[in-house]
């Protein structure tokens, strides 16, 4: 069965500051894996995929993140952290096959002066 | 991509009664989810919205406290019923397009059951 993990439940970064959220992932078969942000009273936005190709994917306001089939990983990225950032962002799994997203716990990630 | 709409956006309920949360999709779409996020948690999948049969739902959920239904390719409804305390969440609706590849959310009805 698919599963994720974020082992950060909670970062606190400075505005300016570089960024890292890890996400490890447990999958049989090449996966397709999703980062999704949610601020607070929000819906979920994408902020970014991989479906294969290029290990390294941009995504929308700057972030990136890179996946690393040997250590099963697929951390997100922002090399100078906004204040407008602070939010819970989910790390996400799933599969050709019409079959559903499997969601990690989620990171909040705070953003201070 | 596909525009999702939710109904409605946000209640308050008593508990002992029940909630109908209606998701419509600009575009035919192959699959159709229903998701819950109680508060400060992640996203849990209940189940898969099936068109024209019954819905499959995931371990922990079932059909009496959760009915749902598909009648077409674009619209689903799910109820929660005799609603408690505990079912306040968030429920989103997302769906897959006949490419497979991304997964689209609603943007969610917000249950406060008093």
């Known amino acids: 069965a698919q599963s994720v993990t974020q082992p950060d439940i909670h970062i606190t970064v400075s505005e300016g500051a570089s960024l890292e959220l890890r996400c490890n992932y447990s999958y049989g078969a090449t996966p397709y894996l999703f980062w999704y942000v949610q601020s607070p009273g929000q819906g979920l936005q994408l902020l970014l995929k991989?479906?294969?190709?290029?290990?390294l994917v941009q995504g929308i306001k700057g972030f990136e993140a890179e996946f690393k089939r040997s250590q099963s990983s697929f951390n997100l990225r922002k090399p100078s952290v906004h204040w407008s950032d602070a939010a819970e962002y989910f790390c996400?799994?799933?599969?050709?096959?019409?079959?559903?997203?499997?969601f990690g716990k989620g990171t909040r990630l705070s953003v201070i002066a | 991509s596909a525009v999702i709409s939710q109904k409605p956006s946000r209640d308050i309920c008593q508990r002992g009664t029940s909630l109908t949360i209606q998701c419509q999709v600009d575009?035919?779409?192959?699959?159709m989810f229903w998701y819950r996020q109680q508060p400060g948690q992640s996203l849990t999948l209940i189940a898969t919205a099936n068109q024209g049969s019954e819905a499959t739902y995931e371990s922990g959920f079932v059909i009496d406290k959760f009915p749902i239904s598909r009648p077409n390719l674009t619209f689903s409804t799910l109820t929660v019923s005799n609603m408690s305390p505990e079912d306040s969440s968030i429920y989103l609706c997302?769906?897959?397009?006949?490419?497979?590849?991304?997964?689209?959310f609603g943007p969610g009805t917000r249950l406060t059951v008093t």
């Open positions: 996400a799994v799933g599969a050709m096959g019409n079959t559903p997203l499997v």
């Open positions: 575009s035919q779409v192959t699959m």
């Open positions: 991989y479906f294969s190709g290029d290990t």
């Open positions: 997302s769906v897959l397009k006949p490419t497979g590849y991304e997964q689209y």
